[in-house]
């Protein structure tokens, strides 16, 4: 249990004595203020005091790292809990918003080929808090810098619709208490097709990306191994029904891989699912991870990464080109792995 699991019910008892109010206050300056219980200054001294040292309200991340790139415009956190498990969060500062890449399980059972992650294996979920506070550890660190956090993306460590009901219950807390907009929420999934049709009944308006990669199943199964239980049909089946109920359009993340995935009938096969949901498809040119690099997996050059982007324009498909952030310190998209590092926090 940590601070930003707790329910406003399951604070009341830490403020026995104290009027009822003050269970607004607290909360307040967690999720919007972003400060330590004993910083609450609307609360009253001798309650700060008796709240810090609260074993329920400790925090739920220790940072056992912090490392910097692009100028100082891209920050990775790696973060121990309380088992020993570890977890990877990045910030990303761009000129016009700040995201926050967290993750929801540490590490992953999806054993994608390309993705360090997934090399990694699985340990176990995250719990609501310690999403919650990967937020609000990135909000803190945008609000020194003199931005704020306002996207937050669910791309870290982790098939976050594998833990669909903290993910989901985090979400709340990240729009209706933390303050970002659901429209700023993306949750990605290499398409868990159960998860996505529990997630068109919600009625949150949060973004969904599916991370596809190859658009025919003997491709995609090497790629995903999650394939084999849901084939492309019956997730391109799911992906309907979420424009359908939702009204909000899908994108496509396809990591984009020399002489694997990049060609003119690669193209041609993404553009047709694409135009039939009318998705977004976002290209991301494969990052260097261990597991891929022995499998010979390397991301395709400038040149045809345009090639590949005019070809889906040629078709009528909406695409633009992640740029590749934090790559310098394994922050880019696949690269999360959350080894054990003896940086010291800076």
């Keep these: 249990m940590s601070r930003y699991e707790l329910s406003r019910t399951e604070l009341a008892p830490l403020l026995t004595g104290a009027p009822s109010y003050r269970v607004d206050q607290l909360w307040d300056g967690l999720y919007r203020q972003l400060v330590e219980p004993e910083q609450v200054t609307a609360l009253p001294r001798d309650l700060r005091a008796r709240l810090g040292s609260e074993p329920l309200l400790a925090p739920a991340l220790h940072v056992e790292a912090v490392r910097h790139a692009d100028d100082g415009e891209t920050v990775k956190w790696a973060v121990g ?26 590490g992953c059972a999806m054993a994608c080929s390309f993705c360090a992650t997934g090399q990694a294996g699985y340990t176990r979920q995250l719990t609501v808090g310690e999403i919650v506070e990967q937020v609000v550890l990135a909000a803190r660190a945008a609000r020194d810098a003199g931005r704020r956090l306002d996207h937050v993306v669910f791309m870290g460590m982790g098939e976050p619709l594998a833990n669909y009901e903290r993910v989901l219950a985090s979400v709340r ?58 084939p492309i049909a019956a997730l391109m089946d799911a992906c309907a029904d979420y424009v359908a109920a939702t009204h909000r359009r899908v994108s496509f993340e396809w990591a984009l891989i020399r002489s694997v995935n990049d060609r003119d009938a690669d193209a041609d096969e993404l553009a047709r699912l694409a135009r039939a949901l009318g998705a977004h498809v976002n290209l991301i040119p494969l990052n260097p991870t261990p597991g891929a690099v022995d499998l010979g997996l390397v991301g395709t050059d400038a040149g045809g990464v345009r090639a590949f982007r005019a070809r889906l324009e040629r078709h009528g498909v909406n695409v633009t080109v992640r740029r590749t952030r934090g790559r310098a310190i394994d922050a880019a998209c696949g690269q999360l792995a959350a080894r054990a590092t003896s940086t010291a926090p800076s």
């Design 81 to 106: 809990l309380a088992d020993g498990s570890r977890v990877e969060t990045v910030l990303m500062h761009h000129p016009r918003h700040s995201t926050a890449c967290v993750s929801s399980q540490a």
């Design 173 to 230: 807390r990240i729009v209706g208490d933390i303050g970002i907009g659901a429209r700023r929420v993306t949750i990605s999934t290499v398409g868990v097709v159960p998860g996505i049709r529990r997630l068109a009944a919600e009625p949150l308006q949060v973004n969904l990306a599916v991370s596809l990669h190859a658009a025919n199943d003997r491709l995609r199964n090497d790629l995903v191994p999650l394939g084999r239980r849901y």
